[in-house]
């Protein structure tokens, strides 16, 4: 009998790592999704995880509890720091979480040495994004050297993969692929001061892109709103 392939794939509720997740089910993996309650100010991003993680078949879904309130230096985890309407100005926004890729990454590949993993999925993206650093793909390709030079299992000789499908594709063909591989995008929260209901502000940079997204894959966008939305 053949032993299924597992796979851990970080969701944060949004449609990029609800795309991913479609993506690792289409290529055959056992899904074991993991989220993370770091403070953020948009929490309804933790119950759309679960929402897509269900809806997507994962065979387990854990939420790993982490205060990042502590060290703060976000507008995501420090309510003193106003959430920007969507800027084209250049530089790394105040919406970045230090080092938050880094820590959700190595949290994953320790489950995924648990597992018996060989491949992590996170859905970063250096197309249509805020400019953070910890979505370029030099930086993908530092960790997964380090996780094999790390754990156990990559001092055995099994090769650990970071998968990051999306990392070159635009917001519009993200969801695109995503509606091939039936994701339902209602479930999924963009929005950075999502309200408890999941409903979005409209001004943010997360929702522009998502916004943009949608339109320029000629498709109506889900997204319920608690503000005015942008033009």
Same mark, same amino acid.
């Given at each position: 009998?053949?032993? &299924?392939? @597992?796979?851990?794939?970080?969701? /944060?509720? =949004? +449609?990029?790592? %609800?795309? *991913? !997740?479609?993506?690792?089910?289409?290529?055959?993996?056992?899904?074991?999704?993991?989220?993370?309650?770091?403070?953020?100010?948009?929490?309804?991003?933790?119950?759309?995880?679960?929402?897509?993680?269900?809806?997507?078949?994962?065979?387990?879904?854990?939420?790993?509890?982490?205060?990042?309130?502590?060290?703060?230096?976000?507008?995501?985890?420090?309510?003193?720091?106003?959430?920007?309407?969507?800027?084209?100005?250049?530089?790394?926004?105040?919406?970045?979480? &230090?080092? @938050?890729?880094?820590?959700?990454? /190595?949290? =994953? +590949?320790?489950? %995924?040495? *648990? !597992?018996?993993?060989?491949?992590?999925?996170?859905?970063?993206?250096?197309?249509?994004?805020?400019?953070?650093?910890?979505?370029?793909?030099?930086?993908?390709?530092?960790?997964?050297?380090?996780?094999?030079?790390?754990?156990?299992?990559?001092?055995?000789?099994?090769?650990?993969?970071?998968?990051?499908?999306?990392?070159?594709?635009?917001?519009?063909?993200?969801?695109?692929?995503?509606?091939?591989?039936?994701?339902?995008?209602?479930?999924?929260?963009?929005?950075?001061?999502?309200?408890?209901?999941?409903?979005?502000? =409209?001004?943010?940079?997360?929702?522009? !892109?998502?916004?943009?997204?949608?339109?320029?894959?000629?498709?109506?966008?889900?997204?319920?709103?608690?503000?005015?939305?942008?033009?």
């Amino acid at each position: 009998m053949t032993t &299924p392939k @597992r796979a851990v794939i970080l969701v /944060s509720g =949004g +449609l990029d790592s %609800a795309t *991913v !997740l479609a993506m690792a089910r289409g290529e055959g993996y056992d899904c074991y999704t993991l989220a993370f309650d770091y403070g953020q100010r948009h929490r309804a991003e933790l119950l759309a995880a679960e929402r897509v993680s269900k809806a997507l078949c994962a065979v387990e879904h854990k939420v790993i509890p982490l205060d990042l309130t502590a060290i703060g230096g976000s507008a995501l985890t420090d309510n003193s720091i106003a959430v920007p309407d969507h800027s084209e100005e250049a530089g790394i926004p105040v919406t970045y979480v &230090p080092a @938050r890729n880094t820590v959700f990454l /190595s949290i =994953g +590949l320790g489950w %995924a040495e *648990v !597992l018996g993993a060989d491949d992590i999925f996170i859905g970063v993206n250096a197309v249509d994004y805020s400019g953070y650093p910890d979505c370029r793909p030099d930086f993908i390709e530092a960790f997964e050297r380090m996780a094999n030079l790390a754990t156990k299992a990559g001092s055995e000789g099994h090769s650990l993969r970071i998968r990051t499908p999306l990392i070159d594709l635009s917001k519009g063909e993200i969801i695109r692929r995503g509606m091939a591989l039936g994701v339902d995008y209602a479930l999924t929260v963009s929005c950075y001061q999502a309200d408890a209901d999941g409903r979005a502000c =409209g001004k943010c940079d997360s929702c522009y !892109l998502r916004r943009e997204g949608f339109a320029a894959a000629g498709l109506d966008d889900p997204t319920r709103y608690w503000g005015s939305v942008a033009e």
